[in-house]
């Protein structure tokens, strides 16, 4: 279709079609556009598998079985 559709703008072809010119490059556009926002939301959709929560942050400085000095 994206061969076709920009070829109905051809002025050798609005003789030939039916209700003449044709802008096919709109047309063409605007499922580019729906395609793109379509991936989009599917990027947006929750998983199926949601992650497994974090761990909490170490503290930083600590250390297994040390005792802070003051």
């Known amino acids: 279709m994206k061969l076709a559709l920009p070829g109905l703008a051809d002025p ?15 047309a063409m ?20 598998d949601p992650l497994p929560p974090r761990p909490p942050p170490a503290l930083q ?3 297994k079985g040390s005792v802070a000095t003051r």
């Open 61 to 63: 400085g600590a250390t």
């Open 29 to 48: 556009q605007f499922v580019d556009n729906v395609r793109n926002y379509q991936d989009i939301l599917a990027r947006m959709e929750p998983r199926d």
């Open 12 to 26: 050798d072809l609005h003789q030939r079609l039916k209700h003449g010119f044709a802008r096919g490059h709109e």
